[in-house]
């Protein structure tokens, strides 16, 4: 017994491991079953699909999956927060599957972030939710009362869509002794009530007989159904309608016209009169089968009255009567079979598609799936699929109607940016039908595409002492990527040039590519530049790309020939000369040797010159510019050698002074001089000799242009600090005069002819005017000044005087009058002016007249020496504005346009007699005339 336990127990854990087996190969098929039964409401549990299938809820509901069902209702959906499949609608099993022992609804789950696709199969069971139904509730029947016991006579076959134990399961009949009931099982199974004739009718005794036929399924609590049976007695009929056929059989296309007639039945009677004639009636049909076809009653003809639709119902069963007038009857079966014609296009639903997808997606990449099914049968519904050409895309079968578009080959996004997959079905009917899908799909950008310059290699000339900032050249990168994969900026590549950074000479534009030159570039330094410029994407990483730029420094002609020879002679403070002399006076650079017997075409000397610049720039020609014989030499345009033109003549000079100018070919031209001494001697005794016979002591041009540049400037601030000193007296005495007239103002003008005067405003101004003789001479010591005091003038004309003259600052005119005098002599008025002549003016006289008199080369001191030259230069000027403001300041005389007459007058102008008073404007007028001449 326990063996028998033990071997029990075995068993049934195989069998669970089996099942366990099942279920897990089921899982990883990615196919899911489950079962519950009809009629739930919406929402209802179905199955933990999230579990099952060992799917994460956070990446399901990330993912979008989502529950999908053939048709146009969806049964079924899924809980993302749960993963739970629920029933979306309520379900009807009968009407989702008539006349099925099982019921099963697909659907398929779709992980679109995967694109993966997931089979799931719920079996719908059948409850007890459908009452048996006869098709007449109420029915008459007509029977002989000649009728033997026994006689069968068919009833009508009560229906019931559920399945199982809860379909039909018995009949029952009541009502009447004279009838029994006899259930027959059919060849499908079903059951088929027969009424039974168990005592003989008298229509006498009972025309009519009533009946209840009752229909009960299996149902827990059990569903009845009933329908009421009159049976009417009839007098004798001896023969019944017969069928030619117990079965008839057609087959017809789907495509049949509604109207046409599918089959034609007849039935005989050999009875005469009323009961020979025959009626045909439908007594049982399948369901909506009397709304398909229509049975004529007198003809027996079977008519299509809508269409016809294989994949709907494949096969109808009709069950038709033949009665006759005296109420006997036959029955016969009709099957009628619709054969599929190829009236369905395949249909393609796109359950999951990318709508953008990544270059550099890998070949297999999942982009669409699709699911096709054709609704047509046999090879009407098998369906071929295909992609478009030209395409990198292929078609894979994922599931039995499923097919996957995944990616054939790497994507490239710059040749093709977008794509519209067209993916085509075709079924295999005759003629073929088709269908076709597109699927529109962007490729997204990956930085896979470095910039490319437009050229392989730049170059540009740069003209040499450019402008800092100009615009040397530009460079340009495409990237065929997009966006910010495509932009692109640039810079420099790191170099250094004479040992400064690159980047210090050139600099480049990121975001145009514009290269700039940041310094003046010299051809004499630099020729060529030679630089790396990067163009680098915006995409992460980057990519870039180098291109090489060259520079060409352009030379212009800014650079004068440079004599190499003969060498330029030292300064004055080189302090030692060519030969070693210690006094610096003399430089015998230069210096060449002819000899006096030399022949025409001798070669005296060579300039050598070089120009720094190149080209043309540099292209040096030689010209004599002065000679001192200007026939004697010449000079080679191309070589510069000096030559002589002729033979040298006794009644030549010795020494000869040759300037050569050294000129290039820029535009415009520069040149340089070379200063040549050619002493004509026949040795160097007698060069030495004529060389020291023409040297003179000198003093050094730069030490005398100092020394006058200082002389000039010490009598300039003299002569101002002068001006200004005695102007500042002026104003001060002037602004006294103004405030405390002096007492004896009066008498000191007392003198003075009222004639002179002119009155403004009670002020009385002098107008009297002077001549002044001045002699100076250069080849005397002594100079002359003479004033002329018949001579005087007035500078308006006289008027006579009044008879009372006006009294002057507010005297008593008659006291006046009677102390004025006529005149004064000129010694007075010199006698009360003792040193009006400022010194500067005598020590400015006493310089000039001295060095005018002695030559320069007086051995006096180089300051003095300077001082004279200096005033022998700048002396006229300066005397003659000295005097003009002189005369103006003593004398009081309106000069036009100095219009000084606002100033007083000096004390010292009193004396109209004084000669240095009247020789002050002669000595002005005679300077001023000199240096207008000069």
Same mark, same amino acid.
């Given at each position: 017994?326990?063996?028998?336990?033990?071997?029990?127990?075995?068993?049934?854990?195989?069998?669970?491991?089996?099942?366990?087996?099942?279920?897990?190969?089921?899982?990883?098929?990615?196919?899911?079953? #489950?079962?519950?039964?009809?009629?739930?409401?919406?929402?209802?549990?179905?199955?933990?699909?999230?579990?099952?299938?060992?799917?994460?809820?956070?990446?399901?509901?990330?993912?979008?999956?989502?529950?999908?069902?053939?048709?146009?209702?969806?049964?079924?959906?899924?809980?993302?927060?749960?993963?739970?499949?629920?029933?979306?609608?309520?379900?009807?099993?009968?009407?989702?599957?008539?006349?099925?022992?099982?019921?099963?609804?697909?659907?398929?789950?779709?992980?679109?972030?995967?694109?993966?696709?997931?089979?799931?199969?719920?079996? =719908? +069971?059948?409850?007890?939710?459908?009452?048996?139904?006869?098709?007449?509730?109420?029915?008459?029947?007509?029977?002989?009362?000649?009728?033997?016991?026994? *006689?069968?006579?068919?009833?009508?076959?009560?229906?019931?869509?559920?399945?199982?134990?809860?379909?039909?399961?018995?009949?029952?009949?009541?009502?009447?002794?004279?009838?029994?009931?006899?259930?027959?099982?059919?060849?499908?199974?079903?059951?088929?009530?027969?009424?039974?004739?168990?005592?003989?009718?008298?229509?006498?005794?009972?025309?009519?007989?009533?009946?209840?036929?009752?229909?009960?399924?299996?149902?827990?609590?059990?569903?009845?159904?009933?329908?009421?049976?009159?049976?009417?007695?009839?007098?004798?009929?001896?023969?019944?309608?017969? @069928?030619?056929? &117990?079965? #008839?059989?057609?087959?017809?296309?789907?495509?049949?016209?509604?109207?046409?007639?599918?089959?034609?039945?007849?039935?005989?009677?050999?009875?005469?009169? =009323?009961?020979?004639?025959?009626?045909?009636?439908?007594?049982?049909?399948?369901?909506?089968?009397?709304?398909?076809?229509?049975?004529?009653?007198?003809?027996?003809? =079977?008519?299509?009255?809508?269409?016809?639709?294989?994949? !709907?119902?494949?096969?109808?069963?009709?069950?038709?009567?033949?009665? $006759?007038?005296?109420?006997?009857?036959?029955?016969?079966?009709?099957?009628?079979?619709?054969?599929?014609?190829? $009236?369905?296009?395949?249909? =393609?639903?796109?359950?999951?598609?990318?709508?953008?997808? /990544?270059?550099?997606?890998?070949?297999?990449?999942?982009?669409?799936?699709?699911?096709?099914?054709?609704? $047509?049968?046999?090879?009407?519904?098998?369906?071929?699929?295909?992609?478009?050409?030209?395409?990198?895309?292929?078609?894979?079968?994922?599931?039995?109607?499923?097919?996957?578009?995944?990616?054939?080959?790497?994507?490239?996004?710059?040749?093709?940016?977008?794509?519209?997959?067209?993916?085509?079905?075709?079924?295999?009917?005759?003629?073929?039908?088709?269908?076709?899908?597109?699927?529109?799909?962007?490729?997204?950008?990956?930085?896979?595409?470095?910039?490319?310059?437009?050229?392989?290699? #730049?170059?540009?000339?740069?003209?040499?002492?450019?402008?800092?900032?100009?615009?040397?050249?530009?460079?340009?990168?495409?990237?065929?990527?997009?966006?910010?994969?495509?932009?692109?900026?640039?810079?420099?590549?790191?170099?250094?040039?004479?040992?400064?950074?690159?980047?210090?000479?050139?600099?480049?534009?990121?975001?145009?590519?514009?290269?700039?030159?940041?310094?003046? *570039?010299?051809?004499? !330094?630099?020729?060529?530049?030679?630089?790396?410029?990067?163009?680098?994407?915006?995409?992460?990483?980057?990519?870039?790309?180098?291109?090489?730029?060259?520079?060409?420094?352009?030379?212009?002609?800014?650079?004068?020939?440079?004599?190499?020879?003969?060498?330029?002679?030292?300064?004055?403070?080189?302090?030692?000369?060519?030969?070693?002399?210690?006094?610096?006076?003399?430089?015998?650079?230069?210096?060449?040797?002819?000899?006096?017997?030399?022949?025409?075409?001798?070669?005296?000397?060579?300039?050598?010159?070089?120009?720094?610049?190149?080209?043309?720039? &540099?292209?040096?020609?030689?010209?004599?510019?002065?000679?001192?014989?200007?026939?004697?030499?010449?000079?080679?345009?191309?070589?510069?050698?000096?030559?002589?033109?002729?033979?040298?003549?006794?009644?030549?000079?010795?020494?000869?002074?040759?300037?050569?100018?050294?000129?290039?070919?820029?535009?415009?031209?520069?040149?340089?001089?070379?200063?040549?001494?050619?002493?004509?001697?026949?040795?160097? &005794?007698?060069? %030495?000799?004529?060389?020291?016979?023409?040297?003179?002591?000198?003093?050094?041009?730069?030490? %005398?242009?100092?020394?006058?540049?200082?002389?000039?400037?010490?009598?300039?601030?003299?002569?101002?600090?002068?001006?200004?000193?005695?102007?500042?007296?002026?104003?001060?005495?002037?602004?006294?005069?103004?405030?405390?007239?002096?007492?004896?103002?009066?008498?000191?003008?007392?003198?003075?002819?009222?004639?002179?005067?002119?009155?403004?405003?009670?002020?009385?101004?002098?107008?009297?005017?002077?001549?002044?003789?001045?002699?100076?001479?250069?080849?005397?010591?002594? /100079?002359?000044?003479?004033?002329?005091?018949?001579?005087?003038?007035?500078?308006?004309?006289?008027?006579?005087?009044?008879?009372?003259?006006?009294?002057?600052?507010?005297?008593?005119?008659?006291?006046?009058?009677?102390?004025?005098? $006529?005149?004064?002599?000129?010694?007075?008025?010199?006698?009360?002016?003792?040193?009006?002549?400022?010194? @500067?003016?005598?020590?400015?006289?006493?310089?000039?007249?001295?060095?005018?008199?002695?030559?320069?080369?007086?051995? %006096?001191?180089?300051?003095?020496?300077?001082?004279?030259?200096?005033?022998?230069?700048?002396?006229?000027?300066?005397?003659?504005?000295?005097? %003009? *403001?002189? +005369?103006?300041?003593?004398?009081?005389?309106?000069?036009?346009?100095?219009?000084?007459?606002?100033?007083?007058?000096?004390?010292?102008?009193?004396?109209?007699?004084?000669?240095?008073?009247?020789?002050?404007? *002669?000595?002005?007028?005679?300077?001023?005339?000199?240096?207008?001449?000069?």
């Amino acid at each position: 017994m326990c063996a028998a336990r033990e071997g029990r127990c075995g068993r049934r854990q195989r069998a669970l491991l089996c099942c366990v087996l099942v279920v897990a190969w089921e899982a990883a098929r990615g196919q899911l079953r #489950y079962s519950v039964p009809e009629e739930l409401p919406k929402g209802s549990f179905v199955g933990d699909v999230a579990k099952d299938l060992a799917l994460d809820l956070a990446a399901l509901g990330a993912r979008g999956a989502r529950v999908v069902s053939p048709g146009r209702t969806q049964y079924f959906a899924l809980h993302a927060s749960s993963g739970h499949l629920v029933t979306a609608e309520r379900i009807d099993r009968e009407q989702l599957c008539r006349l099925l022992e099982k019921c099963v609804l697909r659907c398929e789950l779709i992980v679109e972030g995967e694109m993966k696709v997931y089979a799931i199969e719920v079996e =719908i +069971t059948d409850i007890n939710d459908n009452t048996p139904k006869f098709e007449e509730v109420q029915m008459q029947e007509e029977m002989s009362e000649m009728t033997a016991i026994g *006689f069968r006579f068919p009833l009508p076959v009560a229906h019931d869509p559920d399945v199982g134990v809860n379909s039909l399961q018995s009949y029952a009949l009541s009502g009447d002794e004279h009838f029994s009931l006899s259930v027959q099982a059919g060849a499908d199974g079903e059951k088929r009530p027969e009424l039974v004739l168990a005592k003989a009718l008298d229509r006498e005794e009972a025309a009519f007989h009533e009946l209840l036929l009752r229909a009960s399924d299996g149902g827990d609590p059990a569903r009845t159904g009933t329908a009421r049976i009159r049976v009417a007695v009839l007098d004798a009929n001896d023969n019944a309608p017969a @069928f030619s056929q &117990a079965v #008839y059989t057609v087959r017809v296309p789907e495509d049949v016209p509604v109207g046409s007639t599918l089959l034609t039945i007849t039935a005989t009677d050999p009875d005469d009169g =009323i009961n020979g004639d025959v009626k045909y009636a439908l007594k049982k049909a399948m369901e909506n089968a009397s709304k398909i076809f229509h049975l004529e009653p007198q003809m027996g003809a =079977i008519r299509l009255v809508r269409n016809l639709d294989f994949e !709907e119902w494949n096969s109808y069963e009709l069950e038709l009567q033949a009665r $006759d007038g005296g109420g006997l009857f036959d029955t016969a079966k009709v099957s009628i079979s619709v054969t599929d014609v190829n $009236d369905n296009a395949p249909e =393609i639903s796109v359950r999951s598609a990318l709508s953008e997808i /990544s270059e550099d997606a890998a070949p297999g990449t999942v982009v669409a799936l699709l699911h096709v099914q054709d609704r $047509d049968s046999g090879a009407n519904g098998e369906v071929r699929c295909s992609l478009g050409e030209g395409v990198p895309f292929r078609l894979e079968r994922a599931l039995d109607d499923y097919y996957s578009v995944v990616t054939a080959r790497e994507l490239d996004r710059e040749r093709a940016s977008e794509y519209n997959v067209t993916v085509r079905a075709a079924d295999g009917g005759s003629p073929a039908l088709r269908s076709g899908a597109v699927l529109a799909l962007r490729v997204l950008d990956v930085n896979d595409n470095a910039p490319v310059f437009a050229e392989a290699r #730049y170059s540009a000339r740069l003209p040499e002492n450019n402008a800092e900032g100009a615009l040397v050249l530009t460079v340009r990168a495409w990237d065929a990527d997009w966006g910010q994969n495509a932009r692109v900026r640039y810079r420099l590549r790191e170099g250094r040039l004479r040992g400064a950074p690159l980047s210090s000479y050139v600099s480049v534009q990121a975001e145009t590519g514009a290269l700039y030159a940041l310094r003046s *570039f010299d051809y004499e !330094e630099v020729r060529e530049v030679e630089l790396w410029v990067r163009a680098e994407d915006g995409g992460a990483p980057p990519l870039s790309s180098n291109v090489s730029v060259r520079l060409l420094i352009a030379d212009e002609n800014d650079n004068a020939p440079q004599v190499l020879y003969p060498p330029a002679a030292p300064g004055p403070g080189s302090g030692v000369g060519a030969w070693g002399s210690a006094s610096g006076a003399w430089s015998w650079a230069g210096v060449e040797l002819a000899p006096r017997s030399a022949e025409p075409g001798a070669l005296v000397a060579k300039v050598v010159a070089v120009d720094a610049d190149a080209g043309q720039n &540099a292209w040096l020609s030689y010209e004599l510019a002065k000679a001192t014989e200007p026939g004697l030499f010449r000079v080679g345009l191309h070589s510069g050698e000096v030559r002589t033109a002729r033979s040298p003549l006794a009644r030549d000079a010795a020494r000869h002074s040759l300037v050569v100018v050294v000129k290039d070919r820029g535009r415009p031209a520069l040149s340089a001089t070379a200063t040549l001494t050619v002493v004509l001697a026949e040795s160097v &005794a007698e060069l %030495l000799s004529e060389l020291g016979s023409a040297a003179a002591p000198a003093e050094p041009a730069g030490s %005398l242009t100092r020394w006058l540049v200082l002389a000039v400037a010490a009598v300039s601030c003299l002569f101002l600090a002068f001006l200004l000193l005695l102007l500042a007296l002026r104003l001060r005495r002037w602004r006294r005069s103004r405030l405390l007239p002096p007492p004896s103002a009066g008498a000191a003008l007392r003198g003075v002819p009222a004639s002179h005067f002119v009155g403004i405003d009670g002020v009385r101004a002098f107008l009297r005017s002077y001549s002044h003789d001045v002699s100076l001479t250069a080849d005397s010591r002594k /100079s002359q000044l003479r004033c002329a005091g018949g001579s005087c003038c007035d500078t308006l004309p006289a008027r006579p005087p009044p008879d009372e003259a006006a009294p002057l600052r507010g005297e008593d005119a008659a006291a006046h009058r009677a102390a004025e005098p $006529d005149g004064l002599p000129v010694s007075a008025a010199t006698a009360a002016a003792p040193g009006f002549l400022p010194p @500067f003016s005598l020590l400015a006289l006493l310089s000039l007249s001295l060095f005018t008199l002695f030559p320069i080369t007086f051995p %006096l001191s180089s300051l003095l020496s300077a001082f004279a030259q200096t005033f022998v230069v700048h002396a006229p000027p300066l005397l003659c504005c000295f005097f %003009l *403001f002189w +005369t103006v300041y003593h004398t009081g005389i309106p000069i036009p346009f100095l219009r000084l007459s606002f100033l007083p007058r000096s004390p010292l102008s009193h004396g109209f007699g004084c000669p240095w008073c009247g020789v002050s404007p *002669f000595i002005s007028s005679v300077f001023f005339l000199s240096e207008v001449c000069r």
